[in-house]
């Protein structure tokens, strides 16, 4: 009997795997023509200096404008695009279509002049053997300099040790692009990362700031980070900040930067031009 019930439970396990191997084969093809057609959009989210209560960068994230599912978000393709090897093509869509972008803001509004632009690229980007000619050529063709630039990578997508990530995770440094590890204290080894990769911010996830009030755990961890960046010589971001409370205390606290819904949910390209386009529009009232 047990052996009835195995054999049934294999073959309903062996039809599941059919169904995901279609699942992701659908997805690739999904994704690709999403390139093709232009189903992919930016949008930002604001980046605010907690001491000059203003904002100093935009964070570009992406979403798919699906025909049937409206709009989707990074969440639901990103790590497939990962799986699907699609993940190269997609970034540099993000990275160009960003350039383009800010290189627009900047030709009309003044405001945006001293704007850092964040772009989050998968680690799996920087496998490509040209990935950083690659990333130069963007540069290059739409006129943004590499000082507007800031990189965001996740500590769990950093392949351990892999020296040629190194290798040109230091090239786009030494060009002048920076760079920040996001959802910070999420993965491995975070601490070991500070010091063998270069970065110039860390972004505290936003895990941390969700309950630092009410956990006492997860208020240690934000203030030893907070800590951590001050001896490190790092700009310390809390990401998903949503009340008032959470901003006071990470501003009393010395945190430089935040960003969150309490600030601004992200927003289309059309809505950031209308911030710029006002005079202080900028500067945060509150
Ligand atoms: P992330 O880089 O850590 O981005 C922060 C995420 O938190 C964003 O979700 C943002 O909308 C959300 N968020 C911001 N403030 C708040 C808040 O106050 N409360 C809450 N609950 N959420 C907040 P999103 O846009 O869905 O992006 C999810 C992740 O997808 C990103 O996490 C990033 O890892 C990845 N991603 C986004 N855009 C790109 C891209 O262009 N390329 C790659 N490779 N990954 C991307
Ligand atoms: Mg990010
Ligand atoms: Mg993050
Ligand atoms: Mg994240």
Redesign the pocket.
Known sequence: RAKENGNAVYEIFDSRMHEQAREVLRMETDLRKALERGEFE??F?PIISLRGNRITGM?????WRHPERGLV???EF?PQ??EAGL?FD??RW?LAN?CSILDLWSERYTAAHDLLLN????A??FLKRDAVDDFSEILRVTGVRPSRLRL?I?ENLILDGDEHVTGKLLKLRAMGVSLAL??FGTGYSSLSYLVRYPFDAI?I??SF??SMLEKSGDLAIVQSVLALGKNLGLEVVA????TLEQAAKLREWGCDFA????YF??MPASDVMDLLAKPAGLVLTY
Do not use: C, H, M
Request: hydrophobic share 35%; glycine share 6%; no cysteine.
């Open positions: 930016l949008y989210q964070e570009a994230l992406i979403r978000s990074p969440g990103i695009a990962e993940i997609i970034d993000v960003a772009i989050n690229l998968s799996k980007y965001e996740t996001d959802d972004k996830d936003r700031i969700l990401e998903g900040v949503e960003q969150g819904y309490f949910r992200p």
